[in-house]
């Protein structure tokens, strides 16, 4: 129990409460694009029903690839990016370093696109790797998380604002410590039903009391990833570099000093990534290989959590001679304190360090902190209930609360639509803008909430029911035809869906005397 | 925002506005907490791997400016608050244009 003066303690309340108000509806944007982006892979996978090949980089790549690199600029041959796509397609960058007119480290060079089985070039690009075209197989999974890391907005200001976020439900949940007076009881509360508020305060604090641990796990970890890149770099380079981005950047990567540049026959990819495989148990998920062609080409690979550790693991090999020279940290080039510590970040965020187990736990409190966000914002506005400048803010809590998902589910709908039409990558947003739209409107047309409330209701359950069929539709895989194939996270997100869509059609809304129900998460 | 609960004069030569509080909390705390994330990752420990310093400076930046930004809204004495604010902003800067100008190189 925190023990503060009259004064401060509503200081501190103003900054709980109107951190909420002004920027509460653009955290819960972030902290449930957050949630569901936990399992971002396997919406992947499910947008575009599975894949044939389930782990391209253990096929037979080597002879697919090596002759790309007879069809590019030597200079592109610095760094080669191999990895696949959600369709199980194989993506190749070959690329170097440039800085942009406007002073901006960019990677710059040709992609392709290839079918790992056959080795056929389903499609070449070539540019700054930020002006690339969208991998269309990517196009749902990346918009998602783009939604949640930047809010669509342009570098850096995308990342400014989801970093400034962060700060805010930092700032909430410590503000919200001190506000609590009987933390460890507010555990064990039983919500009062004497009165709406009373009970919704005790609910807000109910979940706020055991998401606190989660808020700021996430604030921390979130702001973090945020501000490292648009802020932290930038800054740190001026001072601890006198300016020099790139030395920075290879200092933090631990890009390996040049060597012998005489020109050497690369190893077997194939090898290579045979052996990772050997050693660590794991498929690898991504190739990265330095000076291709010379004596001091390094190759590394990249291995998800396993084995009950927490973090993800690299392995670097002599590119040239295809032995293995140890385990490569993924900051700097030795095992370090500052490593760990970004390893332990990393697996904090991402909440992937034990496989799906772990992601649902993350899934689940991402979730209950959109309930904390909500509830809180829904108690703001029940302590205004006689103001009727704030019952503006009822609405706006249904129509975000209830409209974030339905326009992620709109968005999702038309990337399916685009993908059995062949159109472009674009369509998740303008399906998401489409969603968002619609709510808008009908928000904009209905006076009563409890009938605002239903028709999001309504929306939400028959869009979530119309997902599986309209997979189905645009691609032809049957369960029976994803079972084969090994593709079972299709199923289970199928199935989670129509669970989903017929709990909200099912459940009755509750009745809303005045204009205060908030919505579910 | 309940402005009477933020907004308190600073009174004599500061002549600052009767919005001070949201200033010192607002611009001048983010400011302060890039200035001391900057100046951090040059006496924070190096590490053998030379990228410690580095790591720690971006992670405690949202430490750093929780921190004051509590300091700021619980400091009852406004006048303190600015100039604890100010000798942490001017003594940061100094540093980070002695480093910019090579004076640690």
Request: proline share 4%.
């Amino acid at each position: 129990m925190i023990k503060l003066s009259r004064e401060r303690t509503l200081r501190v309340l103003d900054v709980h409460g109107w951190s909420g108000v002004l920027l509460g509806l653009a955290l819960y944007v972030v902290v449930f694009t957050g949630a569901i982006a936990v399992f971002a892979d396997e919406l992947g996978l499910w947008s575009v029903s599975g894949r044939d090949v389930q782990s391209p980089l253990t096929q037979s790549i080597d002879r697919h690839v090596r002759p790309l690199s007879g069809q590019v600029d030597e200079r592109y041959l610095e760094d080669v990016n191999l990895f696949n796509n959600p369709a199980g397609e194989l993506v190749v960058f070959f690329h170097t370093h440039e800085t942009t007119p406007n002073g901006q480290i960019e990677d710059i060079g040709v992609r392709y696109r290839l079918d790992a089985k056959t080795g056929e070039v389903l499609a070449r690009d070539e540019g700054y790797g930020k002006d690339l075209p969208d991998d269309p197989a990517s196009a749902l999974e990346r918009f998602l998380v783009d939604l949640h890391v930047n809010l669509h907005a342009p570098d850096p200001w995308g990342l400014y604002l989801t970093g400034i976020l962060g700060l805010v439900l930092l700032v909430s949940a410590i503000s919200g410590i001190i506000l609590h007076r009987h933390l460890i009881k507010d555990m064990f509360l039983s919500p009062r039903q004497s009165s709406r508020a009373l009970k919704a305060r005790d609910q807000h604090n109910l979940a706020a009391t055991w998401s606190v641990p989660f808020s700021i796990i996430l604030a921390l970890t979130g702001a973090f990833f945020s501000f490292a890149i648009s802020l932290g770099l930038p800054v740190i380079a001026m001072t601890a570099f006198g300016g020099d981005q790139e030395k920075m950047i290879e200092t933090l990567i631990g890009v390996p000093e040049p060597g012998d540049e005489t020109p050497h026959q690369l190893a077997n990819l194939d090898t290579i990534l045979a052996k990772s495989k050997s050693m660590t148990g794991t498929d690898p998920v991504f190739l990265s290989v330095i000076h291709w062609g010379r004596a001091d080409a390094k190759a590394l690979t990249f291995h998800w959590p396993h084995g009950g550790d927490i973090n993800a693991t690299q392995h670097q090999f002599d590119a040239a001679s295809g032995e293995y020279l140890g385990s490569k940290p993924r900051i700097g080039t030795q095992p370090s304190t500052g490593n760990t510590l970004f390893n332990l970040i990393s697996a904090l965020h991402f909440g992937n360090f034990a496989g799906w187990f772990s992601k649902l736990i993350w899934l689940v409190l991402g979730l209950a902190l959109c309930y904390v966000t909500l509830s809180g914002l829904q108690l703001w506005v029940i302590r205004r209930e006689a103001e009727q400048q704030w019952q503006w803010m009822a609405k706006a809590l249904s129509t975000v609360g209830y409209g974030l998902p339905f326009s992620l589910v709109t968005a999702s709908i038309a990337f399916l639509f685009a993908q059995g039409l062949g159109w472009s990558s674009a369509w998740p947003a303008w399906g998401f803008l489409l969603g968002s739209a619609a709510c808008v409107l009908v928000a904009r047309r209905t006076s009563d909430l409890t009938s605002l409330n239903a028709t999001f209701r309504q929306w939400l359950g028959w869009s979530l029911l119309s997902l599986p069929v309209l997979r189905t539709l645009s691609s032809g895989e049957l369960w029976v035809f994803l079972l084969q194939a090994g593709n079972v996270w299709v199923i289970l997100l199928d199935l989670t869906w129509i669970f989903l869509g017929l709990y909200y059609l099912r459940k009755e809304p509750r009745s809303v005397p005045s204009l205060t129900e908030a919505p579910a998460c | 925002m309940n402005l009477q609960r933020f907004t308190q004069t600073i009174d004599g030569p500061l002549g600052l506005s009767r919005y001070a509080r949201y200033w010192l909390a607002g611009p001048l705390t983010l400011l302060v907490s890039i200035l001391m994330m900057a100046t951090s990752s040059l006496w924070l420990p190096r590490g053998e791997a030379g990228v410690d310093n580095l790591v720690y400076a971006m992670v405690l930046f949202p430490v750093i400016w929780a921190v004051i930004f509590m300091y700021v809204v619980l400091e009852s004495d406004l006048k303190r608050a600015t100039g604890v604010l100010f000798g942490l902003f001017f003594a940061n800067a100094l540093v980070v244009g002695l480093s910019i100008s090579g004076a640690f190189s």
